[in-house]
Structure formats: C-alpha cells, structure tokens
C-alpha cells in the first residue's frame, strides 16, 4: 500500500470539512475521487499534499507517517500535485515552469531526461518552451501544471481537477496521457468533477458526500451503480 489515509477528520475554523475520511490507494493504481463541488475532494488533496493540516487521524505515506510532516518535505518523498486552477508561474516560460517542478532536486543529468518526458507526453509544451505561461490556453496551462508536477519524479501524482474548464476533445487526450503517465509506473489519485471519465479509467474510485465518503469500488462497479449514474453521470 502506498498511501492509507485513517480517519482523517479536517477543520476550517469552526467548520469539520472533512469527517473520518479513510481511504487507500495502492502502488500502480489510478484512484478517483468523486463528488459535488463542496465535497471535500480538494479538502482531502490538501491534507495530503500538506497544504492543510489535520485534525485528527494519520496520513501513511510508503509506510511512514507524514501527518505532521511539512508539504516540501512531502514533495521530497515523493507526493506531488497538479492543484485546482493549475497555479502555474504566469511569468515564467514553459521550461522555466516545469525547472521549477524539479526544484528539489540536483541531479542535472536526471531532470533533463525528466524535462525529455514531459515534451513527449505533452508535445504542445515542446512547441511552446519559450512561451510565457499566462499567454498560454486552459488545456497548454493544464498540461503545463501536470508536466511540472511530474519534473519530481513522484511515487503518488495528485490530480485535482484536471479536465476543468476544457474543451471535451482536451479532456480526452488528459485522460489518455494520465491513464499513459500511469503505464509508466506512477500512482495516481484523481480529483474529478467528471465522473464518467475518471470512473472510466480509475482501478478504484471514492464518493464523496458532505465531507464523508459514502461509497467505493472499482471504477467500473461505480460507473454501474444506479445512484452514483443518478447523481454524478446525468442519467437514470
């Protein structure tokens, strides 16, 4: 097991966003977590790339506990994430973004080869290296934030939203390159507002209600299930 989240419950103020949430995710495996906007999908992203701290429970990561642990020391583990809105460095040029996904690390050699992987993933960012990212489109920012999160060489990619706000065609070919990011031996734990795409490729998946999973299963059963199609896939 790669990650266990026990019992995790998550405060914003006064208010409990996150209830005793317990899930796993397993070395090679695509997880999705699914929900409405409000869910506390974001919330759990946070607690575990340690952008919020926890209540209560534990966060086991390859099994140490980095509940308590500093998000850069995270990163150093080997947790990244692409984040909701993509927070790319409008600034920066594409290289310059993704140089700075691998800030934690010295080895040239190594995040050249990395800086190599992420141009053939994402084509789009070859053509574009000198652009300057806030002149990018949603989709190039999209692939951007994802290239850069891998310049880390992560065990676990963290995902949040990765198909917001692009056009269906884009969102296809995401897919296809998370599900190819995935054959090459990264684990994935996928934040999705499109339920019939990530159920479609996840191993597992989680339904987030209210801050509480309610429901799990492989991809597939989810994609079946009469009230998670009721609820999150537009039809009876």
């Given at each position: 097991?790669?990650?266990e989240?026990?019992?995790?419950?998550?405060?914003?103020?006064?208010?409990?966003?996150?209830?005793?949430?317990?899930?796993?995710?397993?070395q090679?495996?695509?997880v999705?977590?699914?929900g409405?906007n409000g869910?506390?999908k974001?919330?759990t992203?946070r607690a575990i790339?340690?952008?919020?701290?926890v209540a209560?429970g534990k966060i086991?990561?390859?099994g140490?506990?980095?509940?308590?642990?500093r998000?850069?020391?995270r990163v150093?583990?080997?947790?990244?994430q692409s984040?909701?809105?993509?927070?790319?460095?409008?600034?920066?040029?594409?290289?310059?973004?993704l140089?700075?996904?691998?800030y934690?690390?010295?080895n040239?050699?190594?995040?050249?080869?990395?800086?190599?992987?992420?141009?053939?993933?994402?084509?789009?960012?070859?053509?574009?290296?000198?652009q300057?990212?806030g002149t990018m489109?949603?989709g190039e920012?999209?692939m951007?934030a994802?290239?850069?999160?891998?310049?880390?060489?992560?065990?676990?990619?963290?995902?949040?939203e990765?198909?917001?706000?692009?056009?269906p065609?884009?969102?296809q070919q995401?897919?296809?390159?998370?599900?190819?990011?995935n054959?090459?031996?990264?684990t994935?734990?996928?934040?999705?507002q499109n339920a019939?795409q990530a159920?479609?490729r996840?191993?597992r998946?989680?339904v987030?209600?209210t801050?509480?999973?309610?429901?799990?299963g492989?991809?597939?059963?989810?994609l079946h299930d009469?009230?998670?199609?009721d609820?999150?896939?537009?039809?009876a």
């Open positions: 097991m790669l990650l989240l026990q019992d995790i419950t998550l405060l914003y103020g006064r208010i409990q966003a996150l209830h005793g949430i317990s899930l796993t995710v397993n090679g495996e695509i999705a977590l699914i409405a869910a506390g974001s919330t992203m790339s340690g952008l919020r701290p209560q086991i990561f390859d140490e506990d980095i509940t308590k642990m998000a850069d020391l150093v583990r080997g947790v990244s984040p909701e809105g993509r927070g790319i460095f409008p600034g920066m040029t594409v290289r310059e973004n140089e700075m996904g691998a934690t690390r010295r040239r050699a190594e995040i050249d080869e990395d800086l190599d992987r992420a141009f053939t993933l994402f084509p789009r960012l070859k053509e574009r290296e000198k300057v990212g489109s949603g920012q999209q951007l994802v290239g850069r999160a891998l310049m880390s060489r992560p065990k676990l990619l963290l995902l949040d990765p198909s917001m706000g692009l056009a065609m884009l969102i995401i897919f296809d390159i998370i599900v190819e990011i054959q090459q031996g990264t994935v734990l996928l934040v999705e019939q159920l479609s996840a191993h998946a989680y987030l209600e801050g509480s999973i309610v429901k799990s492989t991809g597939a059963e989810l009469p009230s998670v199609k609820a999150y896939l537009g039809v």
